[in-house]
């Protein structure tokens, strides 16, 4: 079975631009969510969409805002570009079970964002 | 903030055992331990989680005290290639619950 994808994988932009980050989860997931990881601030959760609905959220401001598509692929948008956005983007993907069981996140490779 | 501590690093040779420590001395009852490793620059991996047994799977092992404030991640024989961070993650039973990273350990397998 195919893992978690993430594309692009590079992508340089410059400050004030915006842009759009893609992420197809493993076939049969139906959860993803959106982790930041930099240097300083080290790994950090964005959102979570489950059945195209944004579930759970993270404390990042509004410039960062996602979205699911009926076949369980996301894309998340950074809008108005700073310095302090580059960073590498992963995608994690899990069942999305009913039931509040516990689900594994199993992650992508990860989209690394250059802001100049 | 991250539930866990865990030392910055640590140097295990090749061959041996690698046991990474974690201390989760506020662990609640209804919450699991989780393992993630990052290899330089790559996604996390999962490896494994518990709740208070201890598990095992082909990758390693985790052995969790009786009182559940603590954890050992046990790789066997540790290669090469296991060199990276590794994260020990405290997270709720219920539903699909963030991910919350600490620093982690970085261990260094030496040949």
């Known amino acids: 079975k195919a893992g978690v994808t993430q594309t692009p994988r590079y992508l340089i932009k410059t400050r004030g631009q915006q842009v759009t980050l893609s992420c197809s989860p493993i076939?049969?997931?139906?959860?993803v969510s959106w982790y930041q990881q930099t240097p300083g601030q080290g790994l950090q959760f964005l959102f979570e969409?489950?059945?195209?609905?944004?579930?759970n959220k993270g404390n990042f401001p509004g410039r960062f805002s996602g979205r699911q598509f009926s076949n369980s692929r996301s894309e998340m948008n950074v809008s108005t570009l700073e310095l302090g956005d580059s960073a590498l983007y992963l995608c994690?993907?899990?069942?999305?079970?009913?039931?509040?069981?516990?689900?594994?996140?199993?992650f992508g490779p990860g989209t690394r964002l250059l802001v100049l | 903030d991250a539930k866990t501590t865990q030392p910055p690093s640590m140097d295990c040779a090749e061959g041996r055992a690698a046991n990474l420590p974690c201390n989760h001395s506020?662990?609640?009852?209804?919450?699991?331990v989780y393992w993630y490793r990052q290899i330089h620059s790559q996604g996390p991996q999962y490896i494994i989680h518990?709740?208070?047994n201890n598990e095992t799977n082909e990758m390693a092992s985790l052995i969790i005290t009786e009182d559940r404030k603590s954890s050992t991640l046990i790789l066997p024989h540790a290669t090469l290639r296991d060199t990276a961070v590794y994260y020990c993650?405290?997270?709720?039973?219920?539903?699909?619950?963030?991910?919350?990273f600490g620093k982690g350990t970085r261990l260094s397998v030496i040949a």
């Open positions: 518990g709740l208070k």
């Open positions: 969409y489950f059945s195209e609905t944004q579930r």
């Open positions: 506020t662990i609640s009852g209804n919450e699991y």
């Open positions: 993650i405290v997270r709720g039973k219920s539903g699909n619950t963030p991910l919350v």
């Open positions: 076939s049969g997931h139906r959860s």
């Open positions: 994690a993907s899990s069942l999305g079970l009913a039931g509040g069981l516990q689900e594994t996140q199993y």
